[in-house]
Protein backbone atom coordinates (compact mmCIF):
# COMPACT_ATOMS: atom_id res chain seq x y z
CA UNK A 1 0.00 0.00 0.00
CA UNK A 2 2.78 1.75 0.55
CA UNK A 3 4.61 1.51 -2.52
CA UNK A 4 1.52 1.94 -4.36
CA UNK A 5 0.82 5.77 -2.61
CA UNK A 6 4.57 6.32 -3.35
CA UNK A 7 4.04 5.51 -7.18
CA UNK A 8 1.05 7.45 -7.28
CA UNK A 9 3.27 10.76 -6.02
CA UNK A 10 5.86 9.89 -8.41
CA UNK A 11 3.27 9.54 -11.39
CA UNK A 12 1.92 13.18 -10.06
CA UNK A 13 5.19 15.08 -9.81
CA UNK A 14 5.92 13.62 -13.42
CA UNK A 15 2.43 14.95 -15.10
CA UNK A 16 2.69 18.30 -12.88
CA UNK A 17 6.38 18.79 -14.70
CA UNK A 18 5.03 17.25 -18.26
CA UNK A 19 2.41 19.11 -18.21
CA UNK A 20 3.51 22.49 -17.06
CA UNK A 21 4.86 24.03 -20.22
CA UNK A 22 1.49 23.90 -21.81
CA UNK A 23 -0.37 25.51 -18.86
CA UNK A 24 2.37 28.68 -18.72
CA UNK A 25 1.04 31.84 -20.58
CA UNK A 26 3.85 31.89 -22.82
CA UNK A 27 4.74 28.08 -23.45
CA UNK A 28 4.80 28.15 -26.89
CA UNK A 29 8.12 30.33 -26.81
CA UNK A 30 10.06 28.35 -24.25
CA UNK A 31 11.80 26.95 -27.07
CA UNK A 32 12.97 30.18 -28.88
CA UNK A 33 16.05 29.90 -27.52
CA UNK A 34 17.03 26.40 -26.53
CA UNK A 35 20.80 26.56 -27.86
CA UNK A 36 23.81 24.45 -28.21
CA UNK A 37 25.80 26.76 -27.54
CA UNK A 38 26.62 28.01 -23.33
CA UNK A 39 24.90 31.14 -22.67
CA UNK A 40 26.08 34.66 -23.33
CA UNK A 41 24.33 37.50 -22.87
CA UNK A 42 25.87 40.79 -21.43
CA UNK A 43 24.69 44.63 -20.57
CA UNK A 44 27.22 46.75 -20.83
CA UNK A 45 26.56 50.62 -19.28
CA UNK A 46 28.34 53.92 -18.92
CA UNK A 47 27.94 55.95 -15.68
CA UNK A 48 28.84 59.69 -14.27
CA UNK A 49 30.70 59.40 -11.38
CA UNK A 50 32.46 56.29 -9.47
CA UNK A 51 28.97 54.50 -8.08
CA UNK A 52 27.87 52.13 -10.51
CA UNK A 53 24.95 51.65 -8.87
CA UNK A 54 23.59 55.41 -7.86
CA UNK A 55 24.90 57.06 -10.91
CA UNK A 56 23.12 58.52 -13.22
CA UNK A 57 23.30 55.32 -16.26
CA UNK A 58 24.64 57.77 -19.29
CA UNK A 59 24.41 55.06 -21.53
CA UNK A 60 23.17 51.32 -21.88
CA UNK A 61 23.99 48.39 -24.78
CA UNK A 62 23.37 44.71 -25.06
CA UNK A 63 26.01 42.35 -26.04
CA UNK A 64 25.39 38.41 -27.90
CA UNK A 65 28.17 36.63 -28.87
CA UNK A 66 26.95 33.15 -29.90
CA UNK A 67 25.89 31.98 -32.17
CA UNK A 68 26.77 35.06 -33.79
CA UNK A 69 27.15 38.70 -32.92
CA UNK A 70 25.13 41.15 -31.71
CA UNK A 71 22.78 43.37 -29.81
CA UNK A 72 23.01 46.97 -29.44
CA UNK A 73 26.45 47.05 -29.01
CA UNK A 74 27.83 49.58 -31.72
CA UNK A 75 30.32 47.35 -33.30
CA UNK A 76 29.24 43.72 -31.77
CA UNK A 77 31.29 42.01 -33.81
CA UNK A 78 34.93 43.62 -32.86
CA UNK A 79 33.78 43.86 -29.22
CA UNK A 80 32.82 39.47 -29.51
CA UNK A 81 35.75 38.68 -30.54
CA UNK A 82 38.29 40.92 -28.26
CA UNK A 83 35.89 38.93 -25.54
CA UNK A 84 36.66 35.85 -26.66
CA UNK A 85 40.40 36.17 -27.51
CA UNK A 86 40.86 37.07 -23.81
CA UNK A 87 38.51 34.88 -22.70
CA UNK A 88 36.21 37.39 -21.34
CA UNK A 89 38.80 39.48 -18.67
CA UNK A 90 37.21 42.46 -18.70
CA UNK A 91 40.19 44.02 -17.43
CA UNK A 92 42.46 43.65 -20.61
CA UNK A 93 39.84 45.61 -22.50
CA UNK A 94 39.77 48.34 -19.62
CA UNK A 95 44.06 48.31 -19.85
CA UNK A 96 45.23 51.67 -20.91
CA UNK A 97 46.17 51.87 -24.51
CA UNK A 98 50.13 52.88 -24.08
CA UNK A 99 49.74 55.40 -27.31
CA UNK A 100 47.63 57.87 -25.41
CA UNK A 101 47.84 60.63 -23.05
CA UNK A 102 45.16 61.84 -20.95
CA UNK A 103 44.96 64.83 -17.94
CA UNK A 104 44.84 63.50 -14.74
CA UNK A 105 41.85 66.06 -13.50
CA UNK A 106 39.52 63.69 -11.57
CA UNK A 107 36.22 63.20 -13.29
CA UNK A 108 35.12 59.81 -13.13
CA UNK A 109 33.25 57.60 -15.63
CA UNK A 110 32.33 53.93 -14.59
CA UNK A 111 31.72 51.14 -16.93
CA UNK A 112 30.20 48.01 -15.99
CA UNK A 113 29.43 44.38 -17.30
CA UNK A 114 26.67 42.14 -16.12
CA UNK A 115 25.04 38.97 -17.06
CA UNK A 116 26.77 35.97 -18.84
CA UNK A 117 29.50 34.61 -20.45
CA UNK A 118 29.91 31.11 -21.81
CA UNK A 119 27.54 30.17 -19.15
CA UNK A 120 29.19 31.64 -16.11
CA UNK A 121 28.35 35.17 -14.10
CA UNK A 122 29.77 38.12 -15.03
CA UNK A 123 29.65 41.21 -12.92
CA UNK A 124 32.91 43.40 -13.71
CA UNK A 125 33.23 47.62 -12.43
CA UNK A 126 35.51 49.46 -13.37
CA UNK A 127 36.21 53.32 -12.77
CA UNK A 128 38.40 55.38 -15.10
CA UNK A 129 39.53 58.83 -13.64
CA UNK A 130 38.08 60.42 -16.74
CA UNK A 131 36.67 60.10 -19.88
CA UNK A 132 39.84 60.65 -21.74
CA UNK A 133 41.36 57.45 -19.99
CA UNK A 134 37.75 56.04 -21.17
CA UNK A 135 38.02 56.33 -24.87
CA UNK A 136 41.55 55.60 -24.88
CA UNK A 137 41.54 52.05 -23.85
CA UNK A 138 42.82 49.24 -25.57
CA UNK A 139 39.66 47.89 -26.40
CA UNK A 140 36.42 48.73 -28.34
CA UNK A 141 34.20 46.71 -25.63
CA UNK A 142 33.41 49.84 -23.52
CA UNK A 143 33.74 52.30 -26.79
CA UNK A 144 29.99 53.63 -26.92
CA UNK B 1 53.80 84.37 -15.97
CA UNK B 2 51.33 82.01 -13.55
CA UNK B 3 48.53 83.24 -15.23
CA UNK B 4 49.80 82.38 -18.69
CA UNK B 5 51.01 78.81 -17.21
CA UNK B 6 47.46 78.37 -15.73
CA UNK B 7 46.31 78.74 -19.35
CA UNK B 8 48.44 76.62 -20.72
CA UNK B 9 47.44 73.52 -18.57
CA UNK B 10 43.71 74.69 -19.65
CA UNK B 11 44.66 74.53 -23.20
CA UNK B 12 46.26 71.07 -22.60
CA UNK B 13 43.21 69.85 -20.71
CA UNK B 14 41.01 70.94 -23.36
CA UNK B 15 42.84 69.26 -26.11
CA UNK B 16 43.13 65.89 -24.36
CA UNK B 17 39.67 65.83 -23.59
CA UNK B 18 39.03 67.08 -27.89
CA UNK B 19 41.52 64.71 -29.20
CA UNK B 20 40.54 61.51 -26.61
CA UNK B 21 37.84 60.31 -29.32
CA UNK B 22 40.05 59.99 -32.26
CA UNK B 23 42.85 58.34 -30.70
CA UNK B 24 40.42 56.05 -29.40
CA UNK B 25 40.74 52.92 -31.13
CA UNK B 26 36.72 52.75 -31.41
CA UNK B 27 35.74 56.32 -31.56
CA UNK B 28 34.13 56.35 -34.41
CA UNK B 29 31.49 54.05 -33.04
CA UNK B 30 30.48 56.25 -30.00
CA UNK B 31 27.72 58.40 -32.03
CA UNK B 32 25.91 55.12 -32.83
CA UNK B 33 24.02 54.58 -29.65
CA UNK B 34 23.03 58.24 -28.34
CA UNK B 35 19.27 58.59 -28.05
CA UNK B 36 16.67 60.82 -26.63
CA UNK B 37 15.27 57.90 -24.84
CA UNK B 38 16.76 56.88 -20.91
CA UNK B 39 19.03 53.64 -21.11
CA UNK B 40 17.13 50.37 -21.07
CA UNK B 41 18.84 46.78 -21.73
CA UNK B 42 18.43 44.33 -19.95
CA UNK B 43 20.04 40.43 -19.45
CA UNK B 44 17.73 37.98 -17.96
CA UNK B 45 18.98 34.60 -17.44
CA UNK B 46 17.76 30.97 -15.64
CA UNK B 47 19.81 29.55 -13.71
CA UNK B 48 19.23 25.68 -11.97
CA UNK B 49 18.90 25.24 -8.55
CA UNK B 50 18.53 28.35 -5.80
CA UNK B 51 22.02 30.34 -6.10
CA UNK B 52 21.60 32.50 -8.85
CA UNK B 53 25.57 33.64 -8.67
CA UNK B 54 27.16 30.14 -8.67
CA UNK B 55 24.32 27.98 -10.31
CA UNK B 56 24.32 26.44 -13.54
CA UNK B 57 23.07 29.13 -15.97
CA UNK B 58 20.69 27.27 -18.19
CA UNK B 59 19.56 30.18 -20.31
CA UNK B 60 20.09 34.16 -21.13
CA UNK B 61 18.66 35.92 -23.02
CA UNK B 62 18.85 39.84 -23.97
CA UNK B 63 15.68 42.15 -23.58
CA UNK B 64 15.52 46.65 -24.88
CA UNK B 65 12.75 48.22 -25.33
CA UNK B 66 13.25 51.50 -26.17
CA UNK B 67 13.16 52.75 -28.62
CA UNK B 68 11.53 49.32 -30.04
CA UNK B 69 11.61 45.87 -27.93
CA UNK B 70 14.22 43.83 -29.45
CA UNK B 71 16.97 41.77 -28.06
CA UNK B 72 17.33 37.64 -28.05
CA UNK B 73 13.94 37.58 -26.23
CA UNK B 74 11.61 34.92 -28.13
CA UNK B 75 8.88 37.61 -26.93
CA UNK B 76 10.27 40.89 -26.68
CA UNK B 77 7.19 43.26 -27.81
CA UNK B 78 5.26 41.25 -25.12
CA UNK B 79 7.83 41.50 -22.46
CA UNK B 80 8.32 45.00 -23.24
CA UNK B 81 4.35 45.68 -22.68
CA UNK B 82 4.09 43.69 -19.56
CA UNK B 83 7.28 45.59 -17.88
CA UNK B 84 6.36 49.13 -19.52
CA UNK B 85 2.54 48.58 -17.27
CA UNK B 86 3.94 47.21 -14.08
CA UNK B 87 6.87 50.46 -14.34
CA UNK B 88 9.46 47.60 -14.47
CA UNK B 89 8.29 45.90 -10.88
CA UNK B 90 9.78 42.07 -11.51
CA UNK B 91 7.47 41.28 -8.34
CA UNK B 92 4.33 41.33 -10.57
CA UNK B 93 5.83 38.77 -13.60
CA UNK B 94 6.83 36.77 -11.55
CA UNK B 95 3.26 36.72 -9.54
CA UNK B 96 1.72 32.85 -10.05
CA UNK B 97 -1.15 32.64 -12.55
CA UNK B 98 -3.85 31.67 -10.02
CA UNK B 99 -5.17 29.26 -13.06
CA UNK B 100 -1.95 27.35 -12.54
CA UNK B 101 -1.69 24.41 -10.16
CA UNK B 102 1.75 22.83 -9.41
CA UNK B 103 3.09 20.24 -7.01
CA UNK B 104 4.97 21.36 -4.21
CA UNK B 105 8.10 19.42 -4.76
CA UNK B 106 11.31 21.21 -4.23
CA UNK B 107 13.61 21.43 -7.64
CA UNK B 108 14.45 25.19 -7.80
CA UNK B 109 14.84 27.08 -10.52
CA UNK B 110 16.03 31.08 -10.38
CA UNK B 111 15.72 33.94 -12.90
CA UNK B 112 17.27 37.11 -12.50
CA UNK B 113 16.79 40.50 -14.20
CA UNK B 114 20.27 42.72 -14.28
CA UNK B 115 20.85 45.20 -16.70
CA UNK B 116 19.56 49.04 -16.49
CA UNK B 117 16.29 50.19 -17.20
CA UNK B 118 14.66 53.80 -18.07
CA UNK B 119 18.29 54.62 -16.66
CA UNK B 120 17.53 53.26 -13.09
CA UNK B 121 19.48 50.10 -12.37
CA UNK B 122 17.99 46.70 -11.83
CA UNK B 123 18.99 43.63 -10.07
CA UNK B 124 16.26 41.09 -9.49
CA UNK B 125 16.22 37.53 -8.55
CA UNK B 126 12.99 35.13 -8.01
CA UNK B 127 13.53 31.28 -7.07
CA UNK B 128 10.59 29.20 -7.73
CA UNK B 129 10.36 26.14 -6.03
CA UNK B 130 10.05 23.78 -9.22
CA UNK B 131 10.15 24.69 -12.84
CA UNK B 132 5.95 24.12 -13.12
CA UNK B 133 5.72 27.52 -11.15
CA UNK B 134 7.98 29.26 -13.27
CA UNK B 135 6.17 28.07 -16.32
CA UNK B 136 2.55 28.95 -14.55
CA UNK B 137 3.99 32.80 -13.94
CA UNK B 138 1.93 35.72 -14.50
CA UNK B 139 3.81 37.06 -17.94
CA UNK B 140 6.27 35.95 -20.48
CA UNK B 141 9.35 37.85 -19.11
CA UNK B 142 11.07 34.79 -18.32
CA UNK B 143 9.17 32.38 -20.41
CA UNK B 144 12.03 31.53 -22.45
Given amino acids: MRYIAKSLVLATTALGIAVAPGTGSAGAAQ ?3 QS ?3 P ?3 VLTVTA ?8 VLRAVTLTCTPRAGGTHPAAGTACAELRAGGARFES ?7 VM ?4 WDPV ?3 ADGV ?3 RRIAFTHTFANSCFKEGADGVVFAF
Same sequence: chains 1, 2.
Fill in 40 to 42: SAL
Fill in 49 to 56: GDDALNGS
Fill in 93 to 99: VVAADSG
Fill in 31 to 33: TGT
Fill in 36 to 38: LYA
Fill in 117 to 119: WDG
Fill in 110 to 112: TVT
Fill in 102 to 105: CTKQ
